[in-house]
C-alpha cells in the first residue's frame, strides 16, 4: 500500500496545477515602517526628520545610488519657495555601497534602518503645515516601488506617514487634530517566481518515488547491509551507512550547483515561454516516458560505473564518496529521468531553484539508508522487491506523458498555432490517464511486466482514484471549465469551441455590434484590448476604469486567475459592467514593425516583438516583470490603489477591485 500512496502524492502533485512550478505569490506587512518628526532649531528654521525601520534582508536605495541603477529615495517638497525654502542638502545615515552585476554599477543603499533629515527655514509667518512626498524602492528578492505621504505639522512639533492621498491633501491642523489619525499599516503583494517549499517539497516526494524503482530499491538492504557486516563494529558500520546518506546528498546538490552555475541565477527563467525550450522538453519527456514504459534505457557509459566501482575499493571515508557517486551512475536509468524532470522545472524557474530541488530529491533518497543502518530492525518492514517495482516506473512513464505535452502546449500557446487546443489537450490526456487506468487495473500489460493473478487493494485504490480523474475530464471536450486543474490546459477561449455545450457564457456577453474595432473576445466574451493607447482611449471615450492586466499565453498562473477567479459571478459581473480590461501579453513573438523596434531605456535590451514591448512596459512602468500583475488605472493613467499580483482568493480580488471601482467613481 505504501508504494501506492507514494504515487498518490506525486500524481496529486502534478494534476492540481503543476504543483505551483509557473509562479506564486505571497503576502507580507511592508517590509518598511516610517515614522516622522520635527525639531526645531529657531524662530524660523526647522528639522524634518524621517527614520525607518527596515526588515532583514530587505534594503532601500539612497538618494545618491548610481541612477542607472536601482531607484533611488525621491523626496517631493510641496509649496517650497513659497511657503519655505530648503536649507542644504537632505542629508543621510550611513549607507552601504556594493557593485551590481544586473547594472553593472555601484549601487548605495541602507539596512536595517535609515534617517534622513531636511533642515527647512519658513517665508512665511503662520505657516503650521509641511507636506512632503517620499517615493522609494525597497528590495530583497523582488523591488516594490512604495510612495508615502509625509505630514510636517510644525506648531505641534510631531510628523505623520499617511498612506491615503486624500488625507494628505485634505489635511490641515485646524480640521483635524494629529493624535487621531492612525497610519495605515498596508499589505503588499510580492511577486516571486516560485515558492522554493514548493519545488524542495515536490522534488523531496520525487525522490521517494525514485526509491521504489527497481534500480535503486533492492540496494537498500544491500547497502546497509554490507556497512553493518563488513565495518569492524556495529557503531562504525552505522557512521558508514550515514556518511554513504550524506554523500548521496553532496552528488546530487553539486550537480544542481552546476545546472545554476552554467545557465545562471536567471537565464533559464526567461526560456519558460521560449518555443524552442518548450518543444525541446516535450521531446525529452516523451523519450524518459518511453524509457520508463521499457522500450529502452537511458543509462551513462558502463566505463564510469566500472572507474568508480574501482575508486569505491580503496576504503575510508574517500571509498564510501565514490560508493555513493556508484549508486548515481548505476541507477541512473531510473532516476534520470526523474531528475531531468525536476531541473528542467527547477531551473525554468531560476535563482537556486535546481539546487534546492536536487536536496530534497537526494534526502528523500539518503534518509532511508542512514535510518535502516541506525534501526536495522526496520528493514523487515520493507515489501520485498518483485514486479510491483517495474509497476512504479510504468506509472511514472505515464506522468511523464502528461506532463510532456503541457511544455508542447505552451509553445502552441506562444506561437499561436492552434494545432494544440484545449478539446485536443484534454482528448490526449484522457487518452494517457485512461490507458494508465486500465494498467493499474491490470487491463493493461506490457511485455516486461511480471504476471499477476490479481492486483493489491492499494493498487485498485490507486487504479479507481485514475478512473475517477479521466471521467472527470471528459466533460471538459464539451466546454465544462474543469477548475481542477485550471491552468494546465489550454485556456477556454483557445479552443475549437470556446463556449461549448454544457458551459455557460456566464450573463452580459459582448454581441458582435457592441465590440470596439481594435478590441477582442477574452475569456468569458469579456471585451478586452491588447494594446495599452487603444484601450485607454476607448476607457476615456467611457469614463471607466482600466483594469491593466499584464499576463503571458504560457503563464498557469493568469489562466488559473481567470477560470478560478474570474468565473465567479461577483468577479465577473464587475469586469463585464465597471471596467475597461487591457490584457497585454508579454510573451508574444509577434515582431514589431522595423521602424517601432527600439533598446530598452531601463534593461539595455532590444525591443524586438510585442511581447518583448509589453515586458519592457511593465518593468519601466512598475518595476516588476512577474504574471499575473494586476493594476487599476484612471482614463488618465493614475493608480486607483495597489497593484496585486497572483490572487487565488475569489473575495480577496472582488475587494480589491470594488476599492479601485469605489476610488474612481468618488
Known sequence: MIKYGFLLVLFLFTITGNAQVFGQSDTTKNPVQWQAEVQKLDDATYALILNAEIEKDWHVYSQFTDPDGSLPIELEFLN???????????????????????FEVDETFFIDNATLTQNIKTTKEDLSVVKLILKYQVCKEVCINEEKYIVFDLKAGK?????????????????????????????????????????????????FLALLTPCVFPMIPMTVSFFTKQ?????????????????????????????????????????????????????LLVVFAISFFGAFEIMLPNSWANAVDRKADRGGVVGIFFMALALAI????????????????????????????????????????????????????????????????????????????????????????????????LAIWIAIFGALALYLLGKIRLSHDTPIDHISSGRLVFGLFVLAFTIYLIPGLWGAPLKLISGFPPPMNYSESPYGVGYM??????????????????????????????????????????????????????????????????????????????????????NLPEAAQYVSETTGK??????????????????INAQPYYVLLTPDGNELNTPVGYTPEVEEFEAWLEEGITAFNK
Not at 545554476?260 to 518548450?278: E, H, Q, R
Not at 470596439?516 to 476607457?539: H, K, N, S, V
Request: aromatic share 12%.
Open 606 to 623: 532590444r525591443i524586438q516583438t510585442v511581447g518583448n514591448k509589453w515586458s519592457d512596459f511593465q518593468i519601466e512602468k512598475y518595476q
Open 159 to 207: 510628523g505623520l506617514v499617511l498612506e491615503d492621498f486624500n488625507a494628505f491633501k485634505d489635511y490641515n491642523t485646524t480640521e483635524r487634530n494629529i493624535e487621531k489619525i492612525t497610519p495605515v499599516q498596508e499589505e503588499i503583494k510580492l511577486e516571486e517566481k516560485q515558492d522554493l517549499w514548493t519545488i524542495f517539497f515536490l522534488a523531496f516526494a520525487s525522490g
Open 505 to 590: 457564457k456566464g450573463g452580459t456577453g459582448a454581441t458582435a455590434s457592441e465590440m470596439p474595432e481594435e478590441a477582442e473576445l477574452g475569456p468569458y466574451q469579456l471585451i478586452t484590448f491588447t494594446d495599452y493607447d487603444a484601450g485607454m482611449a476607448f476607457a476615456k471615450a467611457k469614463n471607466k476604469p482600466v483594469l491593466l492586466d499584464f499576463t503571458g499565453k504560457a503563464c498557469v498562473n493568469c489562466r488559473k486567475m481567470e477560470e478560478r477567479v474570474w468565473g465567479e459571478p461577483q468577479v465577473l459581473s464587475k469586469l463585464q459592467n465597471d471596467v475597461v480590461l487591457i490584457s497585454l501579453f508579454v510573451d508574444l513573438k509577434e
Open 80 to 102: 517650497t519657495g513659497e511657503d519655505f525654502t530648503l536649507e542644504g542638502p537632505t542629508t543621510e545615515s550611513e549607507t552601504h555601497t556594493e557593485y551590481s552585476n544586473v
Open 231 to 283: 565495518s569492524k563494529n556495529a557503531a562504525i558500520g552505522r557512521r558508514n551507512a550515514i556518511l554513504y546518506g550524506f554523500f548521496i546528498v553532496i552528488i546530487y546538490v553539486l550537480l544542481g550547483t552546476l545546472v545554476t552555475a552554467i545557465f545562471g541565477a536567471d537565464a533559464l527563467n526567461a526560456l519558460s515561454t521560449n518555443v524552442w525550450f518548450n518543444i525541446i522538453f516535450f521531446v
Open 330 to 425: 548505476v541507477s541512473f536509468s531510473c532516476t534520470g529521468p526523474i531528475v531531468g524532470t525536476l531541473l528542467v522545472q527547477a531551473a525554468s524557474e531560476g535563482g537556486l531553484a535546481p539546487i534546492l530541488g536536487m536536496l530534497g530529491f537526494s534526502l528523500a533518497i539518503a534518509i532511508p539508508f542512514a535510518l535502516f543502518a541506525l534501526f536495522p530492525g526496520l528493514m523487515n518492514s520493507l515489501p520485498k522487491s518483485g514486479g510491483w517495482l517495474n509497476s512504479v516506473k510504468v506509472v511514472l512513464g505515464f506522468l511523464e506523458l502528461a506532463l510532456a505535452f503541457k511544455f508542447l502546449s505552451n509553445a502552441d500557446l506562444v506561437l499561436q498555432a492552434h494545432l494544440l487546443e484545449r478539446e485536443v489537450f
